[in-house]
Structure formats: structure tokens, C-alpha cells
Nanobody, 124 residues
Framework: QVQLVESGGGLVQAGDSLRLSCAAS????????MGWFRQAPGKEREFVAA????????YYADSVKGRFTISRDNAKNTVYLQMNSLKPEDWAVYYC?????????????????WGQGTQVTVSS
């Protein structure tokens, strides 16, 4: 079955950088959109970024544009989220998600598979 396993979370200070990884297995993801979402305490899960596995085109939430970069490594079947200039408001559990197709969606209900999440804590 499909498995998405996130890693790379941790405790950092504002202004620091962190790279999250999402190892995907269980099927061929060439026709999938891979996304990153986050959920802060007491808030709904929100879209962060997505990448089209075939071709590598990307899409970002306005709140992270210019600071975060999503990428993928075909050989390792892994998606990354490079987070620079982290802010206290980036503090959340970050989730990797996958959906079949080629259209970018930002709603959680559009995604078929989810990882367990990794905690990112940003201190001011």
C-alpha cells in the first residue's frame, strides 16, 4: 500500500532553515501531485506547497512563497521541503500528501494519501 513517511522536523530559531523529507513508496508516483500541508495548534490544516512529479512544476501558498522550496528526487522517490527564513508562525505539524492527477489543489479533501506528520517548532 502507499506509504508517505516524513522526517526532518525539529526545533529551530526564527531565521533558521530546515529541510523536510517525504519518502514515498507503494506505487509509481509519476502521475501524482505531491503536497505539503501544515497544521498549527487550534487551526485547520492548510496548504503549503505542491509539486507535479512529472515535470517538476510547483505551486506555493502566498505565506511561504520566496522562503520555501519544494522539490523531488526521482531516484529516491522522495519529496523535499526546504524552509528558509523560518518565522514563529511557521510552527506546526507538517504533513506530506499525494493525489493522482496533474491539477494543483489546495484543499485537504482532494488528496488521497497522507503521512503521519513531522513537528516543526520555531522559537522567536
Amino acid at each position: 500500500q502507499v506509504q508517505l513517511v516524513e522526517s526532518g522536523g525539529g526545533l529551530v530559531q526564527a531565521g533558521d532553515s530546515l529541510r523536510l523529507s517525504c519518502a514515498a513508496s507503494g506505487r509509481t508516483f509519476s502521475s501524482y501531485i505531491m503536497g505539503w500541508f501544515r497544521q498549527a495548534p487550534g487551526k485547520e490544516r492548510e496548504f503549503v506547497a505542491a509539486i507535479r512529479w512529472r515535470g517538476g512544476s510547483t505551486y506555493y501558498a502566498d505565506s511561504v512563497k520566496g522562503r520555501f522550496t519544494i522539490s523531488r528526487d526521482n531516484a529516491k522517490n522522495t519529496v523535499y521541503l526546504q524552509m528558509n527564513s523560518l518565522k514563529p508562525e511557521d510552527w506546526a505539524v507538517y504533513y506530506c500528501a499525494a493525489k493522482s492527477g496533474s491539477v494543483f489543489y489546495t484543499r485537504t479533501t482532494e488528496y488521497d494519501y497522507w503521512g503521519q506528520g513531522t513537528q516543526v517548532t520555531v522559537s522567536s
